[in-house]
């Protein structure tokens, strides 16, 4: 398995590649803008079929790529069904910090709470993480947890935005803190961290319900 990571955009979003080298197939975690550029250029670089665009959650910052890397890859891009409102909603989102982004394409495919989806021989379990969006979405497997912005090194997403929800939120760290503590977190903005280290020193662990 090889991790690529790539940040920017206006709040300094990740974009996140995840990929099987044995199978030469890989996939996009959010697509938030040109950010995508040098992730693309080291699958092609590499040879891997960029087969999936898995989406956290549908804020602006995070999907504002979604329809260039479909465009140029095929990728099939998976959304939470909960999410689809906020989804297409990003253009207006974007407007609101001053920027423009265009309509976004549909999704291929909706997952659930507990969808185990795959890329090569890699399998991660889809956890719906309700509280900084409706349908925002961990995906948990290989040791790894990518949590979108759910869960933060060191703090936790935003609840005061349309369709958060402070008391989701708690549950959602809740189910994220069962996993081991080794597992390491890759989160949709600033650095990667463990379980066992947000357990043990993450202000808000009062709310891990």
């Not at 992730?39 to 079929?49: F, H, M, T």
């Amino acid at each position: 398995m090889i991790i690529r990571m790539n940040t920017g955009g206006i709040v300094e979003t990740n974009c996140i590649l995840v990929a099987d080298e044995v199978a030469k197939q890989a996939v996009m975690f959010d697509a938030p803008d040109h950010t995508t550029e040098p992730l693309l250029a080291e699958a092609a670089k590499q040879g891997w079929d960029l087969i999936g665009l898995w989406l956290t959650h549908g804020h602006f910052d995070h999907i504002g790529a979604v329809g260039a890397v479909k465009g140029r890859t095929g990728a099939k891009m998976l959304l939470h069904t909960d999410e689809l409102e906020l989804y297409t909603s990003a253009p207006g989102q974007a407007q609101y910090f001053g920027l423009n982004i265009e309509k976004q394409p549909a999704p291929d495919q909706f997952v659930a709470d507990g969808d185990v989806i795959k890329v090569g021989d890699l399998s991660f379990r889809v956890m719906h993480s309700p509280g900084h969006s409706p349908g925002g979405i961990s995906l948990y497997g290989e040791g790894l947890a990518l949590t979108g912005d759910t869960l933060f090194a060191g703090s936790i997403g935003r609840t005061d935005l349309p369709g958060s929800d402070g008391g989701l939120i708690g549950k959602s760290l809740g189910r994220l803190a069962t996993l081991p503590d080794d597992t390491k977190v890759l989160c949709g903005h600033g650095p990667s961290s463990t379980i066992g280290e947000e357990k043990r020193h993450n202000p808000f662990t009062y709310l891990f319900i």
